[in-house]
């Protein structure tokens, strides 16, 4: 059965140059394509999750009491808002990455940086994403009414407690359309990690079609199925869990 | 600056000379009134008269610019104050129920001695599950707000207050939002607590019910006590023309 399948793509490719599926029988080159698979998946699992741990601690930091504690979450969102991405990416590895104290790798000898290129493509691309996170949450948070706020303080609940317990599932709920798409963005902008060799699939993808020019419609082809597998999954995972949040007889 | 123990004999919440403004508009223009434990009290007048601000007063939901309120003895006008402890002490019922939308009705009076009392589950459930039945919900334990009754959400709200063992409970226009067949199922609720003896506190537009379980009547104008009393002497002897007004319009 395997063996068919990949005879198939193996003929192809002699009787059509350009359809070189060589991933498809050639296996290194599928192994490529799996690390690849591997590491977009952790960089978009890590991601996800920081992005969203900075949009619940950024949004509850923006009613605090203290101005500052204020004045410092905005300006982190301006910065992370208005600047693009992949610079910030650059700017992360190439200026941050050089302050980085080292550490001996695990050949005994050689020093590595204690951030590895994938540690600082999920801090910077969380930071980017948690900052639009941010955003999103304290829309949500606006939507939940003072009045009931004000029932859980005078149940004796402190402001922390308000905030997770009261405010925070409301917030969400109101939030999950917005955090939906946010999240769908930052899994496509974790690519950009190719800038500082991060292997994960576009990476791998490039590799392949510079080894092998005749794999790269085949590879591009690849690439999108790819995205748009690993972004069905978001999606439909979201989906679910907004459904499984609703309230019967409020909201929509 | 420690006080004397408060004892019961002495007035369970004590308001001397309060004033309270919001911005330039002075609310409350020296207020004064005590409530022993076990009396009913209710606050009558029209609106903007400071009724609803008075009462948040007493649990520090809004705070007094002077004057003193006393809860058990305890100033609740101080900075240093544990507002949890005087949580603990004073239940509060609003307009709109102010449920939590996302718990059904038994957790919502679960909610509060789980997180803030911290205590046992068990324990809480059953007590929870025993309060819907004074408050005549069973069969709605596992219902959400939306999908109650305003009477009904009222009822789990005056639940969840009672869950917390408070002794005062300050009830805020709590009828005012329902439609008339409604509010009636809530008021039985809360006479029902009067004659256990709690300690109640209520911003009113229903004379009648006034009449029925005050044990003191004071109406209140223009932020301040325009006149009190034992509802058989307020209703029958109003002095005052501005009560003699209002009462008017209102029987």
């Known amino acids: 059965m395997l063996e068919a399948f990949t005879e198939f793509f193996r003929t192809l490719a002699e009787d059509h140059p350009r359809w070189n599926f060589i991933f498809f029988y050639e296996p290194r080159q599928w ?9 977009t998946i952790v960089l978009s699992i890590a991601c996800v999750f920081f992005s969203v741990v900075i949009g619940v601690v950024g949004a509850w930091m923006q009613s605090s009491p203290s101005k500052w504690v204020r004045r410092i979450v905005q300006g982190y969102i301006q910065f992370f808002r208005n600047t693009p991405p992949f610079v910030q990416l650059l700017f992360f590895y190439f200026a941050l990455g050089q302050f980085t104290p080292t550490v001996t790798g695990p050949d005994g000898w050689t020093e590595v940086p204690l951030v590895s290129n994938i540690g600082w493509a999920i801090i910077s691309l969380s930071f980017f994403a948690g900052a639009f996170n941010v955003e ?13 706020q004000e029932a859980a303080s005078a149940l004796g609940f402190s402001r922390l407690q308000t905030y997770m317990d009261v405010v925070l599932p409301l917030a969400f709920r109101v939030s999950l359309p917005a955090l939906n798409n946010n999240l769908v963005n930052l899994v496509k ?11 994960e699939l576009l990476y791998q993808s490039v590799s392949i079609w510079s080894d092998y020019p005749s794999a790269q419609y085949p590879t591009m082809i690849l690439l999108f199925l790819s995205f748009i597998f690993l972004v069905g999954i978001l999606v439909l995972g979201m989906s679910r869990w907004e459904r499984a949040m609703r309230i019967p007889g409020y909201g929509g | 600056m420690s006080q004397p123990a408060w004892t019961e004999d002495q007035p369970i919440v004590s308001i001397k000379d309060v004033h309270k403004s919001f911005g330039d508009l002075e609310v409350l223009k020296g207020i004064s009134m005590d409530v022993m434990k076990g009396e009913v009290i209710c606050i009558i007048g029209p609106s903007g008269s400071g009724k609803s601000t008075l009462i948040r007063c007493v649990n520090a939901l809004n705070d007094i610019q002077s004057g003193s309120i006393q809860v058990e003895g305890q100033e609740v006008n101080d900075k240093a104050l544990d507002k949890l402890e005087l949580r603990k002490k004073v239940g509060m019922v609003f307009q709109q129920y102010n449920l939590f939308p996302h718990k059904t009705a038994l957790e919502n009076i679960m909610m509060a001695p789980i997180k803030v009392l911290k205590q046992d589950k068990a324990e809480v459930e059953k007590r929870a599950r025993s309060l819907i039945e004074k408050v005549r919900l069973q069969g709605k334990e596992n219902a959400y707000p939306g999908e109650l009754s305003g009477g009904q959400q009222q009822r789990v709200a005056i639940a969840r207050s009672l869950a917390m063992n408070p002794d005062i409970m300050l009830f805020d226009e709590v009828t005012a939002a329902l439609d008339p067949e409604t509010v009636k199922e809530v008021l039985v609720t809360i ?3 009067a004659e256990d003896g709690m300690t109640c506190m209520l911003v009113t537009h229903e004379m009648g019910f006034a009449k029925e379980i ?4 004071y109406f209140t104008d223009r932020g301040v006590i325009v006149e009190h009393g034992p509802p058989a002497t307020f209703f029958e002897q109003a002095n005052d023309p501005r009560t003699q007004e209002f009462l008017s319009q209102i029987l």
Do not use: N, Y
């Open chain 1, 31 to 39: 192994a490529r394509i799996v690390k690849g698979f591997q590491h």
């Open chain 1, 136 to 148: 999103i949450f304290r829309s949500g948070i606006e939507a939940v009414p003072e009045s009931t």
């Open chain 2, 214 to 217: 005050a044990d003191h009547i």
């Open chain 2, 191 to 193: 006479k029902d607590l």
């Open chain 1, 189 to 199: 902008t974790t690519t950009q990690a190719i800038a500082i060799a991060v292997p």
